[in-house]
Every structure is written in structure tokens, then in C-alpha cells.
């Protein structure tokens, strides 16, 4: 048997790599068919991602992938259109569109105008001008999600979450009026917003256009719906068979209070072996915060791996009882907290291919405070990236000094995988809001201080001798290696994500900068510091547990800022800390990078699920192939699951 290849190509900033589904080939026929019904609904809502990102993005990827679809065979002595050609369309695939996947900023295409017409009338194919425009034009739709303060936050946006000319002001007032108007308890407030698209009707007054079966999406929503249907029958048990029935019943209605019960559902299933995402997930692609990007992900538990976050989620009490923020934010009591690791079997949407590691769900207040949540670690993804890290250089050009990289390399693995687990599991089901004070206080900045709050938790817990008690760190020395690389990437190497001139614009860089540039500016000179050595910039650490103090200084301010709904301080914390960038560092970073010939962003392509089946079309197996390539995995997808156009 060849080794397994876990990286593949690179282009533009990004790096392919696969994973692996360890163990399906043991799971029992039942649970590999309810996966494959499963995966068979999570890829029949791609198009919904791309008619998110924006209004222009399916016609425009069809008219891309007829010409890429034409191009003769690769080679090494590809004219530069060609070759810049076809770096676009990964590009615009990894992306569901012409902007970039994390910055949101659009790319600039490497071949000409004239170039892309040529091939179009080649093809007898009329080279639209919209589209021209949309791609060449670098004033048109500059950002997909504009963060910068001050700006009106949806006339600068091209997301298609909110019509064309309807203002930030207006938005957050519809909003203010449907929180007004809820007949729900005012302590159980349904998700505003999530699964819908603001629309300005003839006489000006706005409204929403649901996504449902007979409604915005439909087509790819009743498709998604039917592989969901064809999945009952293989159900491990009756609660995920009441799990699969209520999201049918959500996506036939829309309905918000249905998604929360379904939510709650879904959170209570923690027997099953096979488990699942789908829908209207995570508000991170809408600036204002409400609406719901499309996402799924099918996986199943890995057993073995869930024993270290079970351990967790068994002590959350106590994590929340120690906590180092006001008793007045604490949960009195943390109700139905799950936690398990996963091996993924296939990603979709906004989860495809840049995804999550890990994973903590519903993100309704109201249902974690009330039902608690279910968190994931995503085990397969991670092997994939510590596999692909080993030997990059990073260590040797970016950490001050042979003694810390020997610290990396012993506990960074068990480091990284012990803080997403505290992260997902703990992080974000922690804490509680005031009476009285609304999830959407934060507007935009929700969710870098969520990201903050959780990512805090985790570092503070990360040192406390509970954990090595507990055996899920080998010893007292094993946390400072998780700090080291922590800091070090917020301070200084996740700017390699960035491109010059370019501010920090996304929730995650945007948090981690917070905090990085926060406990460096608190701490003393003998605590921690960055200096300059050789020509280059270096981050040092001299004593690790004065960090962990400013760590909970810093989670307590802002588990404050979260509870009380102060926008003022979450405003004033993210535009001190987290979004200006100093030129001078940047252009040394990117320099040093660059010779280390790396990608700083990674995704995955999918293996490939085929069903044998006997004279009767019953399946009688499910086999998983690793080989497909990206722009192979790309047109399937475009051939089999395009719904929308």
C-alpha cells in the first residue's frame, strides 16, 4: 500500500492538503450509508456559499469553469495568462468567489482582459460585461465583509446578505423593531436575522426573504432536504432520527423557533456514533453579524481521542467555579456540556476547504445557557496540519532560541490540541450575560470578542495544575508552549496572512492580536518582550506564569464587555489592539517568510465517496477514494451539485 500523500499542490498563499477518514472502513453498513446520505446533502448545498458571497458569483464561476474546462492539458511551458489563469479559478473555488477567503479583500487576476475574451469567443460564449467588470475592476466590490470603523459597514460590502442601498443604520434598526416585536419569552430569543436575506420591497419598506424549501435557495434547499429524508431510515437510534425530521421541518418552514429546537435536539444527541452540521451556521461572513453563512460537516466519533475532551466537559463545573472573572458572569450551573473528537468524512460549504478544527455549538445564547452545547475537536484535520507543519522552518526562523524550540517540538502537538478542546468545549460555553442584556450588543465586533473570550479561557486554563492532574498535560513545563506560540503568532508571523498596506479584518487575526499585543503592552521587561536581534524581530518569554496573570486580567475585562453588552469598550479594545498593523515589522515578516517558500493558509480536498449496490439498488458497501485533485473535485461538484443557476 503507497504511503498516504497528506500535502498536495500550493498556489497563490494557499497549500492543499487531505485527510484521512481513519476507521470508516469499521463502522457497520448502516453507519456508512447514513454517511454517504449525509454527504450526498451536505454537497447539495454548495451553491448556496457561493450566492452568499455574492450575486454575481454563480454566473460568474460557470462562465470561469467553461473556459478552465477547455484548457488543453497542464504543462510546464504554459504562456502566463494560462498559467495566471488557472491559479484564479483555484482560487475562486477555494474561495466561493473573486475575494479571499480570509482577508475578504477581492484578488487581483493575473491574466488580461483581452486574454479571458479571447478564450470566451473561442468558445462561443458572450464575454458579459458585468462580469468583466466584476473581476477586472478593482473599485467593484473591493471587499466581500468590510470591518473598518467608521465606514458604513454594508454599502462597503459586496456579501449578498443584505440587498443593494439598504444602509447599516437601517439594517440595525429592522433588527431593533423584530427584537421589539418578539412573542417568544424575552429570555428565549430566537437567532434574528440568521437564515434570511434583507430585501427593500416596491414601497421601500424592507423585509426578509427566508431561506426554505419554497422560498430564497430553495432549489438546493428541497435537494438538501431529500438526501436528508433518504438518511432517516439508517439512523443509529430515535433521537437522531427526531434530530434529521426537525431540521427537515426547519428548512421546510424557516422558522427560527424551529431551529431551536432543533439545536437542542442535536445537542442532546450524544450517543450517537455518527453525527452531522448542516445549515445556516456561523455569522462571520455578514459584518453586521446576523445572518448565517451555509455550512456541513458529517462526521463520526473517534472513541479513543474522546476520552481526553470527556474529561473536560465531566469538570466543567469546575473550570467555571475557578474562573477569574466577576461571579456575577458565572454560570451557576453548566448544563448538558458534551465533548468529543471527530474524524471528519466530508466538509462543505463555508466549511470547505479552509475549515474549523474545532467546533462548539448552537451558538444561541439562550440554548447554551439553558441546554448546554456540543463541542468537537476535529482529530483528522489536526494529525493533517501537524503532519504538514514538520519541517516547514518555522521554528528555526521565527522562535528566539534553541531551548524554546526544543519546548515546541516536545509539547506543541499535545499543546495545540489540548487549547482547541479547551477553546470549543469550555471557551465558548463559558460565562453567562446580564438580564436584560441582548446577544447582538457587540454588532460587529461580537464575534472577535466571543473568539477572544474563548481563546482567553483557554490560555488561562492552559497553566493550571488541574490539567496535569487530570493527565491531559504530561507536566508543569508542557503550557509554556502553547503560550510561546500563542503570543508569537499574534504579535508577529499570522501578519504573513496579510498583504501589505492591508489593515487586520478578520474576527479570528483580529482576536489573537488582541490579546497578543494586549499582554505584551501589560507585561513588564522581565516578564515578556520583543527585541530586535540580528536585523530581526523575535518575541521573548522570561516568565511564563506572570503571563497567565495577564491572561485572566484580560479574560475577566472581556467575559465583562461580553456580559454587560458594552460595545463602547469592545470597540475601543479591537481598534487599540487589534486591527492596526506596524509597516516596518509587516515588511520584515513577509520577507523572512518568503524565503521559507511556505503558503500561510491551508485547506483540504475532500476524499471521494462511492456506493456499491446489488440487483435491487441497495447499497451493500460505501467505499472512499483519496486521489481526486482539487480542480477535479471542483468541476465534479460544479457538474453534480449546481442547483442554484
Known sequence: MKEFAYT???????????????????????????????????????DILYAQ?????????????AVYAALPAQTTDEDADTREFRCYMKRFWFSHGPHHHYACSKFKPGFSRSWLITQLQELQLTADEALLSYIFDPAIAPSRCNQRDGDDLLLTSSSNYYADGITQQEAEDFYARQRRALTTPPDCPPQLGLNSRLERAENGELFENVCRTDGLYGTAIRRIRR?????????????????????????DSGDLVGFDRYSIAWLQDTESMVDFVNGFTE?????????????????????AATRRTQTLADHAQWFEDHSPIDARFRKPACRGISAKVIQAAIIAGDLYPATAIG??????????????????????????YNRASRGSGMLEEFVCDDATRRLIRTYGDAGDDLHTDLHECLGHGSGQLLPGVSADALKAHASTIEEARADLF???????????????????????SQYYTYLMNGAITQLVRIEPGACIEEAHMRNRAIIARWVLAHASEREAEIVRRDGKTFLCVYDYAALRALFGRLLAEVQRIKSEGDYAAARELVETYGVGIDPDLHAEVLERY????LRPYKGFINPKYSALRDAEGNITDVRVDYDERFDEQCLRYSQTYTTLL
Open 8 to 46: 498536495d499542490e500550493k498556489f497563490a498563499d494557499i497549500q492543499l492538503l487531505r485527510y484521512r477518514v481513519e476507521g470508516f472502513e469499521a463502522l457497520t453498513l448502516k453507519q456508512k450509508t447514513l454517511i454517504y446520505h449525509l454527504a450526498l446533502a451536505a454537497l447539495s448545498g454548495r
Open 53 to 65: 458571497n455574492g450575486a454575481l458569483n454563480l454566473p460568474l464561476r460557470a462562465l470561469l469553469e
Open 227 to 251: 438526501h436528508l429524508a433518504d438518511a432517516l431510515p439508517f439512523a443509529e437510534n430515535e433521537r437522531q432520527r427526531e434530530v434529521i425530521r426537525l431540521l427537515i421541518d426547519f428548512y
Open 283 to 303: 455569522t462571520y461572513g455578514d459584518p453586521l453579524g446576523y445572518k448565517a453563512s451555509w455550512e456541513s460537516i458529517v462526521n463520526f466519533r473517534d472513541e
Open 359 to 384: 467546533i462548539n455549538l448552537p451558538n444561541s445564547d439562550w440554548v447554551r445557557r439553558e441546554h448546554g452545547s456540543k463541542s468537537v475537536t476535529i482529530g483528522n484535520f489536526t494529525d493533517a
Open 458 to 480: 483557554a490560555l488561562y486554563y492552559m497553566a493550571d495544575p488541574k490539567l496535569v492532574a487530570l493527565g491531559l498535560l504530561p507536566d508543569h513545563e508542557a503550557y509554556k
Open 594 to 597: 518568503a524565503r521559507l517558500d
